[in-house]
Nanobody
Framework: QVQLVESGGGLVQAGGSLRLTCVAS????????MGWFRQTSVTEREFVAG????????HYAEFVRGRFVISRDNAKDTLYLQMNDLKPEDTAVYYC?????????????WGQGTQVTVFS
């Protein structure tokens, strides 16, 4: 299984931006569609954004479309999530994962996640 390490979270004021990074342990990273998910203390883990193996196709949950951008650098085995115009409701622990065949579920193990806190 691909091991994943997320970073880049932090404390940011509403309207601000953060860029999350997910580094994969294996070169086979480039074979997989990847995604970002998030979870709060009161919600289940939910899909945020996904990207195909080459980076040529992306899709987003409605609540982040137009504000977040997912991208990847296969040469660096790294996945990114650029988060703009952040809102307090974006506060969550963010995780990256290999996507399942359906494109909005995860496959394999989770990393430790990275905390994003947005204050108003």
């Amino acid at each position: 299984q691909v091991q994943l390490v997320e970073s880049g979270g932090g404390l940011v004021q509403a309207g601000g931006s953060l860029r999350l990074t997910c580094v994969a342990s294996e070169r086979t990273f480039r074979d997989y569609a990847m995604g970002w998910f998030r979870q709060t203390s009161v919600t289940e883990r939910e899909f945020v954004a996904g990207i195909n193996w080459s980076g040529g196709s992306t899709h987003y949950a409605e609540f982040v479309r137009g504000r977040f951008v997912i991208s990847r650098d296969n040469a660096k085995d790294t996945l990114y999530l650029q988060m703009n115009d952040l809102k307090p409701e974006d506060t969550a622990v963010y995780y990256c994962s290999v996507l399942d065949s359906g494109g909005a579920g995860h496959s394999g193990s989770w990393g430790q996640g990275t905390q994003v806190t947005v204050f108003s």
